[in-house]
């Protein structure tokens, strides 16, 4: 079967570096998505991935390595209003999304 | 109104009532999709349309009925529905249903079965 496998739960300071990873074993390979979502709010999108390698945008970057089915987001200088659930997605080999369960991302002072 | 809206928002109904669920996208995307979101869960993909034309149903029971009458249009019809179906159901959009293109995602319905 196909799954996607991140961490329930990561808590994190203010200020700090975090990286939340995500693994997944799908039917094929087209790319790979990082959401963000916050608490009673739509998920909206942060990054794509489709070659190994790292994207950098502003505060936020995302990592693939598709040799070994494992991607990251990592957020750096985090603010209080990072606090939401993470959501890493893969688009399989019929472009169908397979979705993960989110990583709950709790910001402290 | 711009990106995706849904309504209602919030949606509480017995389990005998028929009910529906609407969303328009104002972005001018191909592909319009039916998600159903429920704590500590993986999203659930139920129905894809790209182009007004159904090309996915993942084994949705039969009391989900979409309804895609134009391109910035979806409904999901609702009947008899169970304590379980409560959740939240997402509506998104995308230029098309496959590549590199991300899903643009509608606020929600929660909904709860009485």
């Known amino acids: 079967g196909q799954n996607i496998d991140q961490p329930t739960e990561m808590t994190a300071t203010e200020g700090a570096i975090v990286q939340i990873n995500c693994t997944y074993q799908t039917s094929g390979f087209n790319g790979l998505f990082w959401y963000q979502q916050h608490a009673g709010e739509a998920p909206t999108f942060l990054s794509y991935?489709?070659l190994d390698g790292l994207e950098e945008k502003g505060r936020f970057s995302s990592f693939l390595s598709r040799s070994k089915g494992y991607s990251y987001l990592l957020l750096k200088e985090l603010q209080m209003k990072d606090s939401a659930s993470y959501l890493c997605a893969v688009r399989d080999s019929n472009y169908q999304l397979i979705w993960g369960a989110g990583t709950k991302l709790i910001i402290k002072p | 109104e711009t990106g995706v809206t849904q309504t209602p928002r919030h949606l509480v109904m017995g389990m005998t009532n028929k009910k529906s669920l609407k969303c328009e996208q104002h972005?001018?995307?191909?592909?319009m999709y039916w998600y159903k979101q429920s704590a500590k869960k993986p999203l659930e993909l139920m129905f894809v349309?790209?182009?007004?034309?159904?090309?996915e149903n993942n084994s949705v029971p039969s009391r989900f009925s979409p309804e895609c009458p134009n391109s910035s249009h979806l409904f999901l019809h609702l009947h008899t529905l169970q304590p379980e179906d409560s959740a939240l159901y997402l509506c998104?959009?995308?230029?098309?249903?496959?590549?590199?293109?991300?899903?643009?995602f509608g606020p929600g319905t929660r909904l709860t079965v009485t």
């Open positions: 991935n489709v």
């Open positions: 972005l001018g995307h191909n592909a």
């Open positions: 998104a959009s995308s230029q098309s249903d496959s590549g590199s293109y991300e899903q643009y």
């Open positions: 349309y790209n182009f007004k034309e159904q090309t």
